[in-house]
T-cell receptor, first 116, second 112 residues
Framework: DVKVTQSSRYLVKRTGEKVFLECVQDMDHENMFWYRQDPGLGLRLIYFSYDVKMKEKGDIPEGYSVSREKKERFSLILESASTNQTSMYLC???????????????FGDGTRLSIL | AQKITQTQPGMFVQEKEAVTLDCTYDTSDQSYGLFWYKQPSSGEMIFLIYQGSYDEQNATEGRYSLNFQKARKSANLVISASQLGDSAMYFCAIDGYNKLIFGAGTRLAVHP
């Protein structure tokens, strides 16, 4: 089974702190993604990466950065946390599109982040 | 730009009955994929079913089937013989070149 592991289920931080969310996958997937989920808005893509050291902005990258130094690990960084970044954060991974066509994304359990 | 619309914020169904969750999409691509995910209250996103735009038959996976009407740009999820454990949020998504575009979701409640 595919396993996508997020480092924390729940996290509480203060405004202005630098926050790191870690994600590890064990299926040798090329693609990795970070989403945030807010009620009524579904999942919105923050950043994604299709290879080591590669990254692409998603729909809402402002206030976030990412790091992918190894294929299995994708980190989301909140440079200076703000209260409007309180949300559920979901990491996902998948094989690249051109391997046998469309590939489903496999998700971690999510991190509920509260910024006080 | 691609877009997914799920017009039902909430649905309820009696246990053992079938239920249809609506999904319409907008895309200018000729080739695309549609996905359905389930999110229980615990938070994880579970992949349910996939339909490719060139697939001639509707996708099925156990009790899940996809009513794909390409001309109408709709990809409704049908859950047959609902179970209490089907109570969850359900998201429709379209594949956009290695990215997924999600709808706002439908919350399904299964009543005994």
């Amino acid at each position: 089974d595919v396993k996508v592991t997020q480092s924390s289920r729940y996290l509480v931080k203060r405004t202005g702190e630098k926050v790191f969310l870690e994600c590890v996958q064990d299926m040798d997937h090329e693609n990795m993604f970070w989403y945030r989920q807010d009620p009524g808005l579904g999942l919105r893509l923050i950043y994604f990466s299709y290879d080591v050291k590669m990254k692409e902005k998603g729909d809402i990258p402002e206030g976030y950065s990412v790091s992918r130094e190894k294929k299995e690990r994708f980190s989301l960084i909140l440079e200076s946390a703000s209260t409007n970044q309180t949300s559920m954060y979901l990491c996902a991974s998948s094989f690249r599109y051109d391997r046998e066509g469309d590939q489903p994304q496999h998700f971690g359990d999510g991190t509920r982040l509260s910024i006080l | 730009a691609q877009k997914i619309t799920q017009t039902q914020p909430g649905m309820f169904v009696q246990e053992k009955e079938a239920v249809t969750l609506d999904c319409t999409y907008d895309t200018s691509d000729q080739s695309y994929g549609l996905f359905w995910y389930k999110q229980p209250s615990s938070g994880e996103m579970i992949f349910l079913i996939y339909q490719g735009s060139y697939d001639e038959q509707n996708a099925t996976e156990g009790r899940y089937s996809l009513n794909f009407q390409k001309a109408r740009k709709s990809a409704n999820l049908v859950i047959s013989a609902s179970q209490l454990g089907d109570s969850a949020m359900y998201f429709c998504a379209i594949d956009g070149y290695n990215k997924l575009i999600f709808g706002a979701g439908t919350r399904l409640a299964v009543h005994p």
